[in-house]
Structures are given as C-alpha cells and as structure tokens.
C-alpha cells in the first residue's frame, strides 16, 4: 500500500470540543473506559475486524493498541485518539483509512470508524467530530466519497450524520454489512 502525508508525520487536529492525534499506549487507561463501557460498545463498528473491540483488562486494551500502531506503520489506517480538551483524557477513538472502491477502480472510498464513551455519543460532539475530520481526510487521502456506521438505535449519530450531508446506502446496493450511510466528496461541509 503507497503510503501518504498522513503515515509520514501523523499531523494533530483540532476541533471545537477535542484534539485528535495518533493513538499512543500512554492512552490505554483513558480508552478502557470507553471500550468496557457497555452502553458505547452497541456502537462500535468492528466489521471486518477480527475483534468487537470491547477490552475488560488494561492489558488487552495495550495490545490492540499496539497492533493499531503496526497497522499505522504499515500505511493501512491511522486510529486516532479522540482528546477532551477540557480533561486532557482520550474518550473515544476514530479510524480512517481509503480503499479502491472496486478492484481496479481508480475512485477512492473513505472508511471512517467512530469509536466514543456513551457519554459523548450526542449529535453536537460526533458532528464536531466528524465536521474537522472531513475537512482534513477527503483531500489528504483524496477519496471520493465517506462510508461509515451508525445501527437503527444511535439515534445523535444518525442526525449528526443527516445534518452533515450522510444519506443511507440503499439496499438495493450490494454491501456485506448493514448500516452504513455515505457523502460524496461533492456535497458542501
């Protein structure tokens, strides 16, 4: 995989509310919170993954942290730690990496992965969230379009999603797992 910008020197952002950077061991203990929160881990996208990510013990949380750093190494996805700013502690994490959108496409297709403690799972943080990430990841990974999750039930997801311009797939395209809304590059932010 040709690796880019992002996997050279792993930028930090800024939203509003939160900073987002590289994802470090240092933040294991923050995000055991997160992932043990059971109301949380309803939402988590882990399709395609070989875990549902959900970590009981600080030393499990260490090594999918650690296996998260790898894959960044290796140019497949960048996760990112999702900082309060108000307590300086990770409360969540988000993933994005791009793909051909078909074998031998030459169209990209952004896949994000949005990861919070149920606590910060409401529309204002996740479309604060989401707002930067778009502005930043449509041209540094030059994709044409943005998929990611949200099940029936994470109702402020679904309406941060909505407002920024997000429709469902529909069924009638062919996708192997269900729930996935998605925004053309071509939309305004």
């Given at each position: ?5 992002l ?8 939203t ?7 994802v ?10 997160c ?10 996208n ?7 990510f959900?970590?009981d013990?600080?030393?499990?949380r260490?090594?999918?942290i650690?296996q ?11 996760r ?10 990770a409360?969540?994490?988000l ?5 051909e ?7 990209r ?17 996740i ?19 943005l998929?990611?999750k ?7 997801r679904r309406?941060?999603l ?7 797939i529909?069924?009638?395209i ?5 729930h996935y809304?998605i ?7």
């Amino acid at each position: 995989m040709q690796k880019n910008a992002l996997y050279e020197n792993c930028p930090v952002y800024d939203t509003q509310r939160f900073r987002l950077r590289l994802v470090t061991e240092e933040d294991a203990e923050d995000l055991l919170a997160c992932y043990s929160d059971l109301e949380a881990s309803r939402f988590f996208n882990s399709d395609n993954c070989i875990c549902d990510f959900r970590f009981d013990t600080l030393s499990d949380r260490q090594g999918c942290i650690r296996q998260w750093l790898y894959e960044y190494g290796e140019g497949h996805y960048a996760r990112f730690a999702i900082v309060d700013k108000l307590t300086a502690r990770a409360v969540g994490t988000l993933e994005i990496f791009a793909r051909e959108d078909r074998p031998g496409s030459a169209e990209r297709v952004g896949i994000l992965r949005l990861d919070l403690l149920s606590a910060f799972e409401r529309k204002e943080e996740i479309a604060d969230i989401l707002t930067t990430a778009m502005a930043i990841f449509y041209p540094l990974l030059g994709f044409g379009h943005l998929l990611t999750k949200a099940i029936p039930e994470a109702e402020e997801r679904r309406q941060a999603l909505n407002e920024l311009g997000f429709v469902p797939i529909p069924d009638s395209i062919p996708m192997p797992y269900p729930h996935y809304f998605i925004r053309p590059s071509t939309l305004p932010a």
